[in-house]
């Protein structure tokens, strides 16, 4: 898995709240036994218009978000089904960077498995963020994983995060829960010898 | 010993491991894989040169990909049928039980793990699937999970999780007349909130979850995630070990008899403290309908489609604007009114026998309204066999339903069934998204009677007055 530092990028602001993972990736694409090439589907439903062509209006759309790498979005993002080819759909396109008030246990927990940092922060900072994406399309955000924090290009805002220590742990060293659990062989073996 | 939860028991007796500060690894006892979540996590294994670790606690079955239209015909999408080979070819040698398309244990996971018998009370279970949470129903800890966490119980049998939170959802009194197992989880959803349940293991109880059938009980389970929860569960009971004795994997004899004894201990026990509760009144429930892009957008059938502008906060405002324009629904217009195209009756939420009996019953004799298209897809070829023998297939053929092969079909817009841009749909399964049934298409949650009444109407109508 690909370590997670330190990210400089243009965000993207999406504000709805309840982006289920339907919207970040349509069923109809996951037919693929690939893990990668799914981010040409990304919001494929809101992205692209019904004869192909892209929607001029979506935020991934406008020449100022090109080359997005963080997306600032409302609660519950992630909500729905399972399906992993949604962080994997995000990241092929080039986010590595999710921020929200909230999101949905699965998804949470795919995106740490591929190195995919997803940011909780209060309601209030992510209307900031939003607020000033919107403002300032285009704007650069930074987010350092080591000091825990998030500011924008011009420093208008700062903000500090948090992420779980061991998750934390893991993306800085690109680490991958398998190898980990392993390490627990005996205990497993124990587990099984008693049951 | 402090009194416990369901919950927090299954959870302790599994526990394989705990650092502070680190997920626990959780010990799984069944792990259901299907086709579309698998191929990436055994690749991943053939990379690093892992094994299955416990094949005799893994089941396979096609599902999500196989067409719902008679077995003579092939799959025609080479792209699904390369995902369905692709199953094939990663279980076989490994000793994985593998049910494909044409086995008569074939069905929807979630169908299938408690109609055989593999999904008991006190396990743990798994699967690359968000609707796992079904299996909770016989009183087991069911979670959906991704592809990565696929792999790592493939090569582990093992899951590192943070323990969640508890929720209880209780429901006092007796169900209504009219209001089945479907309406009290969309009910619940309402109420609680598409996130309501986020970082909680929910468990139902009350007297209108004990009197629902194992069916019912897995009608409700099976939406736990949509309102934000991994895992949904109820206490087993005698109605519960009425279920598993006629599951043809499951115990028998005295090695259930003693099993038993020890599923007994495992309800929550008095005193057990959750971190929160819900209750909601039974008789506040009704049949509902949802009018919007997600499961907690629920209104009762005598209502009418909500205004936007009566919703308090800008987000909720935007969302039901955004969700009244996909559907193409006016503000205010009564739901009864809401003319339907096409009928789903089918999904891992509504696709078992009592389901099938329950719409059955509503539409005995009469004929599907000719502006609809109906279609009724059983949850595994099993509970497609039984209604056979039952002669619900003519009823519903009588009817005017197409009768379908097992599979997920309608539910998910992935195989050949699918709505049309625009077209409005009563459907059983479990989510409104926009998209989910097929690009464009309006789909409306309700429960099986519902929908079974919307087919001979042509529009919603009030299962109490039918």
Known sequence: MEPFVKVSGVAAPIDRVNIDTDQVIPAIHLKSIERT????FLFSSWRFNADGTPNPDFVLNKPEYQNASIIVAGRNFGCGSSREHAPWALQDYGIRCVIAPSFADIFHNNCYQNGLLPIVLPEE????????LEKDPGTKLNIDLEGLRIWDEDEEIVLEFNVEEFRRYCLLNGLDDIGLTLQNEEAIKAFESKS | MAAQTMFEKIWDSHVVHEESGQPSIIYIDLHLIHEVTTPQAFDGLRLNGRGVRRPDLTIATVDHNT??????????DEISKKQLDALADNVKDTGITFYDRFSENQGIVHVIGPDLGYTLPGKTVVCGDSHTSTHGALGCLAMGIGTSEVEHVLATQTLRQFKPKTMEVRINGDLPV???AKDVILGIIGKIGINGGIGHAIEYTGEAIRSLSMDGRMTVCNMSIEGGARAGMI???ETTFAYIKERPYAPKGEELEAAIDEWKKLPTDTGAKFDKLVEIDAADLAPFVTWGTNPGMVAKITDRVPDPASFDSPAERESAERALTYMGLEPNTPIEEIKIDRIFLGACTNSRIDDLRAAASVIKGKTVNPNVYAMVVPGSARVKLQAEQEGLDKIF???????????CSMCLGMNPDILQPGERCASTSNRNFEGRQGKGGRTHLVSPEMAAAAAIAGHFVDIRNW
Do not use: C, I, N, Q
Not at chain 1, 37 to 40: A, F, I, T
């Open chain 1, 37 to 40: 090439g799914y981010g040409k």
């Open chain 1, 125 to 132: 900072d992510v209307r900031r963020l939003m607020d000033k």
């Open chain 2, 67 to 76: 067409p719902t239209w008679e077995l003579d015909k092939p799959v025609t």
């Open chain 2, 178 to 180: 009219g209001v089945s």
């Open chain 2, 235 to 237: 206490a087993p009971d």
């Open chain 2, 397 to 407: 053929k009588d009817a005017g339903f197409d009768w379908r092969v097992a599979g």
